[in-house]
Every structure is written in C-alpha cells, then in structure tokens.
C-alpha cells in the first residue's frame, strides 16, 4: 500500500490555481490545452495539486458563469497575487451555498496535517494508544493524545478507527459537521457532497451534531449526516468499507456515481456522458489499477473509454 507523505508544493498549487482560472474562467485556446498538459505531465505533483484544485472547480461550476468571470476580471486588473485569487473562488464557493462556513480554500491547512495521503494512495497508522488508523485517497488528520482522551480530527477525505478499547480514555473525533465520541468503535467516516457518511461496524459511537440532539449508533449502522447536522440513513450502492481491504466493491450503482467514485483515485479528470449515466455497475474491483478498471468496465457494459490524455478519460457510449 502506497504510504508516501509528499505534497505538491506551494508553487505547484500556484500554477495549479493559474491553469483553473485560464481552463474554467476563459476560453481556452488549443495552444493553451496543449501547454496545460504538458504541464500536468511534467510531475506526478502537478497532476496532484491539479486534482485538489480542480475538486474546487466542480464546486464552481454551479455558479452563474458571468458572476464568477466579472469577478475574477476585476481581480486580473488589480493584479491580486495566486493565493488571493484562490481565497476570492473560497468566497465564491462558500457565497454561493456550496461549502461549509468554516471551510479553508482548497484545504491547504491540510496539507500541513499530521498525516496524509495523496490521490490514489491509503496508508495505515497505529495511534500510540495502540489504535487502528486507516486514511483513504486525498485524506487528512490530526491526532492529538493527552492524560484525558484521545482525539482524532478530519480535516479532509475519508478515514477508518479501530479504537483499542483497552485504553480507558474516551476518544473524541471532531469534523466539519459535528463530533463522536467513543471508546470501543470501528467507525468510519467520509466527506462527500451531502456532508458526512458516518458507519459503524464494531462498538458504537455517540453523534454530537452540529445542531440536533446527540445519537448512539450502534454497530451495523450508517448514517449520512447533512452540514445543519441533520442525519437520516445513508442510502449505499456498496460496501462502504471496501477501500480498506483495497477494493471498490459495489452493487447496482449507477456509472455516473461510479466513475465519480473511480475519480477520487486518478489523478485528472474522469468523465461520465449523461447517455450512459444510468447503467449500472456490480462488483469488486482493485483500486491498485484504476487503467484496468476501466478497462473492465469497457468489457462488461456498452461504453467506451475515451482518452484526450492519460489525465482527461471520458467514458461514453460504445
């Protein structure tokens, strides 16, 4: 399992902001298509800097396109530096209802975390209370131990606890939209776009929202909690679990949400045309080859895989 701890540096995300604003905001030219993959080509870091900057971009994509272009004129005639720029799309995105009040622009304080992991990679990690951590692709943590409890904190992705229950101290798990409280649980937790997936496979674990009373959820459970702290059954087309043992495991969902899912471990861009959206997906699939997903995905449905670069796939009908 990959365990690298590099991160693109401040510079890589500078351009990566710079490549956004040309590729999203403008009109860009072929010439200006061709320079913008060179450059992800040029380092594996740039294509990882791409990735979390593009992750934003997605967000703005539902805005209205002349607010976000009269906006970021303005900026270009002020000559702002890159890391401005960067908080103006925050404060774009946050304006237009799409992220949560507290959030940091592109999450570069994660990038200092503790622990993280890159696109495509997962590492393990053993607390020094003997806990067992698991971070998925593009994931960040804190952990911060003392003489009173054990504390874990989410500031990007998806992770797994196993907590030892042998120690006696209480551990506490703070996110964007609320906190647990354990002292037995194998949990799991994910941010996605309707806030947090939280399941429970071993134990249980007490849910403090944001702003509904408290939940004890049991093992066997799994809830979506929304960022109001709102929380309901997650509704799953798979095994929430899978990426621990490695795998994408998944049953009847629809290729849209799967290539989605495949995204998340592939640097780039991986697109689902909307005439082939709605096909549907089953089966357990090795997230070490995310190539011979698609590939497989090419054998067992009516799609075809499209490759403007290694880095920009589109998945179309055959």
């Known amino acids: 399992m990959p365990s690298s701890d590099r991160a693109p540096a401040q510079a890589q995300v500078d351009q990566a902001i710079d490549w956004l604003v040309k590729l999203r905001f403008d009109t860009p030219s072929p010439a200006t298509e061709q320079q913008f ?32 272009r009269r906006t970021l004129d303005g900026t270009q005639r002020q000559r702002i530096n890159r890391r401005d720029h960067l908080k103006l799309l925050a404060v774009l995105a946050v304006g237009g209802g799409l992220g949560w ?12 975390a503790d622990s993280s992991t890159g696109t495509g990679e997962r590492r393990r990690l053993q607390g020094s209370d003997g806990s067992q ?9 804190d952990l911060r131990f003392s003489a009173e409890q054990r504390e874990l904190t989410l500031l990007r992705g ?14 506490r798990i703070t996110t964007r939209v609320g906190a647990l ?3 037995d649980a194998q949990l799991l937790l994910r941010e996605n776009d309707q806030g947090l997936l939280l399941a429970v496979r071993g134990g249980e674990a007490t849910l403090f929202p944001s702003s509904a009373s408290p939940r004890l ?10 960022p109001s702290g709102q929380y309901q059954p997650a509704a799953l087309h798979g095994d929430p679990w899978g990426w621990t043992d490695g795998v994408l495991s998944v049953q009847q969902m629809p290729l849209a949400e799967f290539c989605t ?6 640097p780039g861009l991986l697109r689902c045309a909307p005439e082939v959206a709605e096909l549907k997906v089953s089966g357990t699939y090795q997230l070490g080859d995310t190539e011979q997903i698609l590939q497989l995905l090419a054998r067992s449905l009516p799609v075809r895989i499209d490759y403007r670069t290694r880095y920009w796939v589109s998945v179309g009908a055959a």
């Open 158 to 171: 998806e992770v797994s606890l196993a907590s030892n229950p042998g120690d006696n101290r209480p551990f």
């Open 181 to 183: 409280r354990t002292h």
């Open 133 to 141: 951590i698991q971070l998925n692709t593009a994931t960040a943590i």
């Open 37 to 68: 993959q060179q450059w992800l080509a040029r380092h594996p870091l740039n294509a990882q800097a791409w990735q979390r900057v593009s992750n934003l971009s997605d967000e703005l994509a539902g805005l209205p396109t002349e607010l976000s």
């Open 261 to 266: 899912e495949l995204a998340r471990y592939r």
């Open 217 to 226: 959820v049991h093992a066997g459970e799994a809830l979506q909690v929304s």
């Open 101 to 112: 009040a507290m959030r940091e622009p592109l999450g570069l304080p994660a990038m200092m």
